[in-house]
T-cell receptor, first 114, second 114 residues
Framework: DQQVKQNSPSLSVQEGRISILNCDYT??????FLWYKKYPAEGPTFLIS?????DKNEDGRFTVFLNKSAKHLSLHIVPSQPGDSAVYFC?????????????FGTGTRLKVLA | DTEVTQTPKHLVMGMTNKKSLKCEQH?????MYWYKQKAKKPPELMFV???????INESVPSRFSPECPNSSLLNLHLHALQPEDSALYLC?????????????FGSGTRLTVV
């Protein structure tokens, strides 16, 4: 039962263009969302976050949008650079026995073409 | 020091072996985690330690035994594993459990059970 899904396993974008990565979730109790980037042979690195009470958060080239009614969030990267090529995971925060935890999405492999 | 260090990076073990994975951080983080990641799948949470106490066990089989000797160290003891346990094991830490600032992940231990 995958509560956080990224329906596009892969995405190719030309350098300089916009990359849009999507994430859907099923649990309306998730209160915080993160995006991570993962290079091969490395652990995920935190990119950007958004609270469920916001609909947009921006940090440099990265913007995350949240549509609570649709249970959908997206990560926009503008302009895309070859160094952005990696696997991107969204993660949603839930609680178990009073302790917070993050549930990861299935990941989207982004390839930025030079 | 802003890293999470995992050792060993690679481990091959037989089904009757006992081995341990180690994780260390010196960022003063009070929450530490073990995740398991299979190929082309998202990281799956196994255990959460908060202030050196086990807070979440995601119904992990008893052949995996976590240990948090102090606030900087996290171990995962392995015994009588199965070939299907072969995966990348990721350790992570955060200021507190479910931190809004994301987790710092280690590079992982690639485990192969033969």
């Amino acid at each position: 039962d995958q509560q956080v899904k990224q329906n596009s396993p892969s995405l190719s974008v030309q350098e300089g263009r916009i990359s849009i990565l999507n994430c859907d979730y099923t649990n309306s109790m998730f209160d915080y969302f993160l995006w991570y980037k993962k290079y091969p042979a490395e652990g995920p690195t935190f990119l950007i976050s958004i609270s469920s009470i916001k609909d947009k958060n921006e940090d440099g080239r990265f913007t995350v949008f949240l549509n609570k009614s649709a249970k959908h969030l997206s990560l926009h990267i503008v302009p895309s650079q070859p160094g952005d090529s990696a696997v991107y995971f969204c993660a949603a925060r839930a609680t178990t026995s009073g302790t917070y935890k993050y549930i990861f999405g299935t990941g989207t492999r982004l390839k930025v073409l030079a | 020091d802003t890293e999470v260090t995992q050792t060993p990076k690679h481990l091959v073990m037989g089904m009757t072996n006992k081995k341990s994975l180690k994780c260390e951080q010196h960022m003063g983080h009070r929450a530490m985690y073990w995740y398991k990641q299979k190929a082309k799948k998202p990281p799956e949470l196994m255990f959460v330690y908060s202030y050196e106490k086990l807070s979440i066990n995601e119904s992990v089989p008893s052949r995996f035994s976590p240990e948090c000797p102090n606030s900087s160290l996290l171990n995962l003891h392995l015994h009588a594993l199965q070939p299907e346990d072969s995966a990348l094991y990721l350790c992570a830490s955060s200021q507190v459990a479910g931190s809004l600032y994301g987790y710092t992940f280690g590079s992982g231990t690639r485990l192969t059970v033969v």
